[in-house]
């Protein structure tokens, strides 16, 4: 039995859980930083990197307790290494390196897109599917897709070329005055909505398997702010928050049809590759992959199957991280304890090599 002592701090959950042989969760203590956030409208770096410095302790603790265990029952420490905000991220790091100086334990710097991969092994019925798998992480930071052909080993097959889907929720939540984070809200929003009420458009990229989200954001903008876009500054061309409603706009019919035409090119472009790969089956992780729209679409047009995590494990946690540490530790992946927080990570197959 391994049992693995898990830390994240990446952006703004202050995270730690316990896990047993990589699919079992002894403790997950999240403590989100949502409401600190909401008056900004979006994540703040410096006020993120504070609220991780003051919980982390606590929530280390709790995590221990919560699943009975001491140090003395650890077998690894593993902490989020990026990619992240490297204040925030810093804060984890530190810690766990000095728990692991403190005990003598091993340490393992996990990169956090291979955490959400993960979440689908403390998935409750989760039965490891034969590899490869495609992987869709749609999150606040990050839409990636990437081929895992066995445990460990990425291709990275595609991205976002500009906004992550989950930062083009939050960014049109806020020009739409809903509350932070925006994904949430606007899918609530959205079941009042009509999806066809506005026919935005899906960005064409280079990249076969690519996706762009600004281009959509900006045409949400222009279908439901009061200036036309051409007549303003630049200056005001990025205040989303600044711009005036129109006061005849139903915000439930943008709300819905944003997220119809977002997800619709989530999923399009995932089934097309899941075909053109050959994959056996497809596995969606990061805080987006909390829409029940984007799960239906996938779930319908994918003759594949399909694994989710449950709505706890889709958003930021640090069971996610202490499953990825399993197998890595497992392998024989140890850190130096002088290594340092990577602001930008791709998965790739040599993942781990500096
Ligand atoms: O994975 P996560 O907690 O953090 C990052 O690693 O970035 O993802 C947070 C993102 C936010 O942008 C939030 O708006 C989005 O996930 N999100 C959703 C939903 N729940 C959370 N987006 C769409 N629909 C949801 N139900
Ligand atoms: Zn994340």
């Not at 003395?72 to 984890?92: E, K, M």
């Not at 869709?136 to 081929?147: C, D, R, T, W, Y």
């Not at 500054?233 to 129109?246: C, I, Q």
Request: proline share 4%.
């Amino acid at each position: 039995m391994t049992t693995i002592l898990a830390i994240e701090t990446s952006c703004d959950e202050t995270a730690a859980a316990v896990i047993t042989d990589g699919r079992r969760i002894r403790s997950n203590i999240v403590a989100s930083q949502i409401d600190l956030h909401a008056q900004y409208g979006g994540v703040f770096p410096e006020v993120a990197s504070r609220a991780h410095a003051e919980a982390i302790s606590a929530v280390v603790s709790q995590a221990l307790d919560a699943a009975s265990v001491r140090y003395a029952d650890l077998d690894a420490i593993a902490v989020t290494q990026g990619p992240g905000l490297v204040g925030s991220l810093l804060v984890g790091i530190n810690f766990a390196k000095g728990l692991a100086l403190a005990t003598d334990l091993p340490l393992l710097g996990i990169n956090h897109l291979e955490g959400h991969i993960y979440s689908l092994w403390l998935t409750p019925g989760f039965v490891e599917p034969e590899f490869p798998l495609l992987a869709l992480i749609v999150s606040g930071g990050h839409s990636e897709l990437a081929l895992m052909r066995c445990h460990g080993v990425y291709e990275r097959i595609g991205g976002t070329i500009d906004d992550a889907a989950g930062e083009a929720f939050d960014k049109v939540g806020r020009l739409l005055g809903l509350p932070f984070p925006g994904g949430p809200a606007i899918e609530r929003a959205a079941r009042n909505g009509d999806p066809r009420a506005f026919r935005f458009p899906i960005a064409k990229t280079d990249g076969e398997y690519d996706f762009s989200f600004s281009g959509l954001k900006t045409a949400v903008m222009r279908a439901a702010t009061a200036q036309p876009t051409a007549r303003r500054n630049k200056r005001e061309r990025g205040a989303e928050r600044a711009a005036a409603l129109r006061d005849d706009v139903n915000i439930a019919d943008v709300a819905s049809s944003f997220q119809e035409a977002l997800t619709e090119a989530l999923a399009k472009t995932t089934v097309r590759a899941a075909a053109d790969f050959d994959v056996r089956a497809v596995l969606l992780a990061g805080g987006v992959s909390a829409n029940g729209l984007l799960r239906r679409k996938l779930a319908a047009a994918l003759d594949l199957p399909l694994w989710t995590p449950p709505l706890a494990l889709c958003t930021d946690n640090a069971a996610m991280i202490g499953a990825a540490a399993h197998f890595r530790f497992r392998e024989g992946l140890r850190s130096s304890l002088d290594f340092e927080a990577r602001a930008s990570w791709r998965l790739s197959e040599d993942v781990y090599a500096v």
